[in-house]
């Protein structure tokens, strides 16, 4: 077996990505009136803290933005043999009647986003949640879709769509990984 892998984004893509969707967000929102931008860990923590740059380059302001541990909300825990890993959830702020955006890298069956959102709730009642992922890869096993994407990327179920961030793998990019038969 033959590891094969793919580079579908670059750092100056996923940078462009980002700025559009900060754009996005202001212009859906009307600005940044009681928004608040909630990463999930871990890729969706340091995107969330791009765009809360991006967004405050634009604005002259910074959103609150907190990070978000959804390992105790998942629909998986008892089906596997792995002990989870549980991080640290950092949300300073009421969440109550906020417009939250809840940031990931990837999204793909849905699952992590409904864990995410009955996390949310645990820490108040926001008056709306929007999803920003940079990439969409499909395969929705839930009814959830994205408010703003980075990029829409079709994939088959065998192969990983991976994110790489400088603040973790010291490099940006979005690679799809495939073993193939060789």
Known sequence: MKNKN???????????S?????YEILEKN???DDLVLIGIRTGGIYLANRLQRKIAAIEGIEAPSGILDVTLYRDDLQKTNKKPR???TDIAFSL?????????DVLFTG???RAAMD????????????LAVLIDRGHRELPIRADF???NLPSSLWEDVSVNLTEKDGVDEVVIEMDSEE
Do not use: N, S
């Not at 109550?96 to 990931?104: A, G, I, M, S, T």
């Not at 996390?119 to 929007?130: E, V």
């Open 6 to 16: 793919r580079v579908v984004m670059d750092a100056e893509g996923i940078d462009r």
């Open 18 to 22: 980002l700025t559009r969707i900060a």
């Open 30 to 32: 009307k600005g940044l």
């Open 111 to 113: 699952r992590t986003i």
């Open 149 to 151: 994407v980075g990029k």
């Open 119 to 130: 996390a949310l709730i645990d820490f108040g009642r926001p008056r709306l949640i929007q």
């Open 96 to 104: 109550d009647d906020r417009k939250v955006v809840l940031v990931d």
């Open 86 to 88: 549980i991080g640290k």
